[in-house]
C-alpha cells in the first residue's frame, strides 16, 4: 500500500553578491512547507565539517527560514511580523534546531544506488510557526545559460517507520497531538453489586 504524502518545493539561487572571504550567504530562495503554499525565504552559509566516518572534509549548508510567507498580501506580512513566533527547539537524532533553523548535509547514500536519483544534500528544517519539523532533499544544479550554481528539490515530512527521530511527550503535548490525564475506556461497562 503507498500513501500520498504532501511535498513541498525548496529552490535557491546562488547568491549574486556573493564574493569568497566575505559573510554573505551563498544561497538564497525560497521554499514551501509539505502540502503548503506559503513560500517561505530562507538564506544558507556554506560551512566546513570533518565526516566521523571517513575523516572526510566535507560542505554543508546552515542557515534560516523566514516565518513570514513572500506570497501574501503586505499588510498580512507586516501582522505577521508583529506576531510572537510559537517554535520552539526540536532535537532530531543528535541535532537540535532552533526555530527557523535549516540543515543540509552530503547525502551519504546518494552513492549506494545512482540508479536511484537520490538527492545530494538532506537535512532537516524547524519551522517557526511549532508545527513540525520536515526534511529536504535536494539537487545541486547548474544553470546552462551562465553556468551558475543553484539549489532545487523538494521538502516532505518524515515517513513512519523510517525516521529514528521520536519526538517527546512534551513535543506531542505542545503540538496538541496528545493531552495529559487517563483516556476514558471505551466499551467498558462497570459492574454493579
Known sequence: ???????????????????????????????????DEAELPFSLWAFKYTDKKTGEIKTGYSGS?????????????????????????????????????????PNGFKDEAPEKRRPDLWGWINPTDGTAAFKPGVWVQQYEDSGRPYLS????YPQPGKSTAEPTLDQLIARDQVSRGMPKSKGRRESRA
Open 1 to 35: 500500500m503507498t500513501t500520498n504524502q504532501p511535498t513541498g518545493n525548496f529552490y535557491a539561487p546562488v547568491n549574486r553578491y556573493k564574493v569568497p572571504g566575505d559573510n554573505k550567504p551563498i544561497f538564497s530562495g525560497k521554499l514551501t512547507k509539505p502540502g
Open 65 to 105: 527560514i523566514d516565518g513570514v510567507p513572500a506570497n501574501i498580501p503586505a499588510q498580512d506580512q507586516i501582522e505577521a511580523l508583529l506576531t510572537d513566533p510559537t517554535g520552539a527547539d526540536v532535537t532530531i537524532a543528535n541535532l537540535t534546531l532552533r526555530p527557523g533553523q535549516i540543515v543540509l548535509f
Open 153 to 156: 528539490g523538494q521538502t516532505q
